[in-house]
């Protein structure tokens, strides 16, 4: 072969090669081109979405209302995802009748009227046996013959009378609806119903989020808003802080209901102290100079049943109160001193400079469809104001 042949033939093969190397760095420069065009869309996307934290005390209600807003705003529960929840309340049911199974041999030695909390001797031994039931790790299934256990349990006298001191037992909302479906809650087959879901009582731990739009993200004028749930007890709240950035909203939920209640976690603090302590501490946050803060006095349903028995001044931030009258006028003007309360607390928290923030306070029960559905659409149109100037 000639030197001239070598020359030419390399000389194809370098273009060969370049050609080569072209095509694969145009192919390269396209992709990063259309990952960069994706981020671009991500980034515009995400600046219209509004973002809120759902924050509150444990036991404050935030948990039904973020399921609430999966009912409401989005697709609901699948099947798969109710039956999932099976579990869970059928855990709840045996955790119920334990607390109150032991809050009645406690209040039968401690009260002075302690006749009245003594289990009959046969359901003494069911007690027993269901106590044993929640000392487990894993829950069983409800069946027919455990479920006439629990029945048994709750119809006693003694029970009933330990669920009128509920409050001082850290007994959950949930006990009274779970009991009177025990049957349903144990046939073949048995599905949660969304009202079943929306009792169920489960712990937040870590972070959960939802995408939703309270008028439909596809119709004109459509917010979308993007909701952070957190656990409310005193060892997940570390977890909160990293959140805490580029937030429009905080939604504070108070379960007025709770005055007369102490902690789970610390059974010495009374709840509604906690709530105004950790009220006062987030208003505090300098994250939050411009952001929106939406209080919910969560849990009306249960106040207003409860004022009528239980006065406000149990609660030493209450201690001032002076009921009016009974009746239906008692429960408006109870309602109206702990909201004014809240108020006063938002002022005082608050630097000159973050008073003009929005601020609004809603009466909510989380277990109200309606009235949460209500609650959102308002915040909505609310935060749309704010953001216009008008």
């Known amino acids: 072969?000639?030197?001239?042949?070598?020359?030419?033939?390399?000389?194809?093969?370098?273009?060969?090669?370049?050609?080569?190397?072209?095509?694969?760095?145009?192919?390269?420069?396209?992709?990063?081109?259309?990952?960069d065009r994706r981020i671009l869309q991500e980034t515009k996307a995400e600046q219209h979405i509004h973002k809120l934290?759902?924050?509150?005390?444990?036991e404050s209600g935030k948990s039904t209302i973020f399921k609430q807003i999966k009912l409401l705003f989005q697709t609901g529960f699948d099947e798969a995802e109710l039956r999932s929840y099976t579990s869970v309340i059928h855990a709840n049911v045996f955790q119920t009748i334990k607390i109150l199974y032991e809050g009645a041999?406690?209040?039968?030695?401690?009260?002075?009227?302690s006749s009245k909390y003594v289990i009959s001797?046969?359901?003494?031994?069911?007690?027993?046996?269901?106590?044993?039931?929640?000392?487990?790790?894993?829950?069983?299934?409800?069946?027919?013959?455990?479920v006439l256990d629990v029945k048994r349990l709750w119809q006693d006298p003694a029970i009933?009378?330990?669920?009128?001191?509920?409050?001082?037992?850290?007994?959950?909302?949930?006990?009274?609806?779970?009991?009177?479906?025990?049957?349903?809650?144990?046939?073949?087959g048995y599905v949660p119903t969304k009202e079943d879901v929306l009792y169920a009582r489960v712990?937040?731990?870590?972070?959960?989020?939802?995408?939703?739009?309270?008028?439909?993200?596809?119709?004109?004028?459509?917010?979308?808003?993007?909701?952070?749930?957190?656990?409310?007890?005193?060892?997940?709240?570390?977890?909160?802080?990293?959140?805490?950035?580029?937030?429009n909203a905080v939604i504070f939920c108070a379960a007025i209901s709770e005055y007369d209640q102490m902690l789970f976690e610390d059974e010495t603090k009374n709840r509604m102290m906690e709530t105004k302590e950790l009220f006062d501490w987030v208003l505090k946050q300098r994250c939050f100079e411009k952001t929106s803060f939406i209080l919910f006095l969560n849990k009306f349903d249960i106040f207003e049943k409860k004022i009528q028995k239980v006065p406000l001044s149990v609660c030493e931030w209450f201690k001032?109160?002076?009921?009016?009258?009974?009746?239906?006028?008692?429960?408006?003007?109870?309602?109206?001193?702990?909201?004014?309360?809240?108020?006063?607390?938002?002022?005082?928290s608050s630097k000159p400079d973050r008073v003009d923030r929005v601020f609004k306070i809603y009466r909510t029960t989380a277990l109200d469809q309606k009235l949460v559905k209500k609650t959102f659409k308002l915040i909505d149109e609310s935060m749309r104001r704010s953001r216009e100037g008008t």
């Open 203 to 247: 712990r937040t731990n870590g972070v959960v989020q939802i995408q939703f739009s309270p008028v439909g993200e596809n119709k004109r004028g459509g917010e979308v808003y993007r909701l952070y749930d957190v656990g409310g007890q005193r060892n997940e709240r570390r977890k909160w802080i990293h959140l805490f950035e580029g937030v």
């Open 160 to 188: 009933q009378e330990t669920y009128l001191r509920g409050s001082i037992l850290q007994l959950p909302d949930c006990a009274q609806y779970f009991m009177e479906n025990l049957d349903r809650l144990a046939e073949a």
């Open 121 to 146: 001797p046969d359901n003494q031994e069911i007690g027993e046996k269901l106590s044993d039931i929640d000392g487990r790790l894993d829950y069983p299934l409800l069946n027919k013959e455990l």
């Open 53 to 58: 934290l759902l924050l509150g005390a444990g």
């Open 105 to 113: 041999k406690e209040l039968s030695q401690v009260e002075s009227d």
């Open 1 to 35: 072969m000639s030197v001239l042949t070598c020359v030419l033939d390399n000389m194809g093969s370098s273009c060969s090669r370049s050609h080569s190397l072209s095509e694969a760095e145009t192919t390269k420069n396209a992709k990063s081109a259309d990952i």
């Open 320 to 348: 001032d109160y002076q009921p009016i009258a009974p009746g239906k006028q008692e429960v408006e003007h109870a309602y109206e001193f702990v909201k004014k309360k809240f108020e006063e607390l938002y002022f005082q």
